[in-house]
């Protein structure tokens, strides 16, 4: 009788698991009770276990769809960025940006330096960890993001991809000033920071100080907004001028031939 109603119990958990979408109180639940039996929890802390078994799973879950909705061309992480490496980024700066708060408050995110010298893996880094955070994030480069535009505008879609990037909590800009602009695409990726305007972040890299940022808009309005936007309670990391790609690499040369 009792392994019946065991056995019955364990079918009537299965089945309103299923119908209640919770998977994994589907699949721990008894494991978790026989658990629970062993070390004589009550009816409360064994119910607590098996729907904080399906909080957790979920929220590692919507971790793993917000890493790969991102779309980070790979993972970089800023407990790995070299501090003692870029003695020209301000310490203070790059703390408050692992810190997260500016995702919260909108505020921009601006890495300045030459190649090689950090920017990707700072934009990475920041947004690898606001989407670790539960965040919305997006990475792209100034280039595919005009083109991604540019198609949508073609296809009729421009509004509705436009509104997607305005969802966002954190835009990952990198590479702007590599490409010149031509108007058209000045114009669409202007109109995807004003969506996005006061209410999310934007975090961008260049190559480019702010004053030659100007080559890259056509139209000088547009370079004043844009800058605007992006520098207005902005935090700016300049990771310098030496390239820590050549630095390690000449490094490994060294390591190589035996010098000191
Ligand atoms: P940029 O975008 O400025 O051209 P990257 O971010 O692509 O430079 O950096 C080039 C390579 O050097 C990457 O593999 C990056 O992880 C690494 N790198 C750059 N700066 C540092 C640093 N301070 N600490 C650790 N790795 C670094
Ligand atoms: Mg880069």
Redesign the pocket.
Same mark, same amino acid.
């Given at each position: 009788m009792s392994t019946m109603t065991e056995a019955a119990a364990e079918a009537a958990i299965g089945a309103a698991a299923l119908s209640l979408r919770l998977p994994t109180v589907r699949t721990e639940a008894s494991r978790l009770a026989d658990d629970a039996a062993r070390e004589g929890l009550s009816h409360r802390a064994y119910l607590a276990a098996v729907l904080c078994a399906e909080v957790d799973e979920r929220d590692a879950r919507r971790v793993e769809r917000r890493v790969a909705e991102a779309r980070f061309p790979r993972i /970089?992480r800023l407990s @790995?960025? @070299?501090?003692s !490496? %870029?003695p020209s980024i301000n310490r203070a700066t790059f703390a408050a940006v692992a810190s997260l708060s500016w995702v919260d408050a909108g505020q921009p995110l601006v %890495?300045l =330096? @030459?190649? =090689? &010298? =950090? /920017? &990707?893996?700072?934009?990475?880094g920041a947004g690898l960890a606001a989407a670790e955070a539960g965040k919305r994030v997006r990475y792209t480069t100034v280039a595919a993001l005009v083109n991604e535009l540019a198609e949508a505008a073609d296809e009729r879609v421009l509004s509705r991809v436009v509104a997607r990037y305005g969802r966002l909590d954190l835009l990952c800009l @990198?590479e702007l000033g590599y490409v010149k602009l031509d108007p058209r695409g000045a114009e669409l990726l202007f109109q995807v920071m004003t969506e996005r305007e006061e209410r999310a972040s934007i975090a961008v !890299?260049s190559?480019a100080p702010f004053s030659e940022w100007g080559q890259t808009f056509p139209d000088p309005r547009l370079v004043g907004a844009v800058v605007d936007r992006l520098t207005f309670n902005a935090h700016i990391l300049e &990771?310098g001028t030496s *390239?820590?790609?050549l630095r *390690?690499s000449r490094a490994r040369a060294k390591a190589q031939r035996g010098d000191q």
């Open positions: /970089k @790995d960025f @070299d501090l !490496a %870029a %890495a =330096g @030459d190649p =090689g &010298t =950090g /920017k &990707t893996h700072i934009l990475i @990198d !890299a190559n &990771t *390239s820590y790609r *390690s």
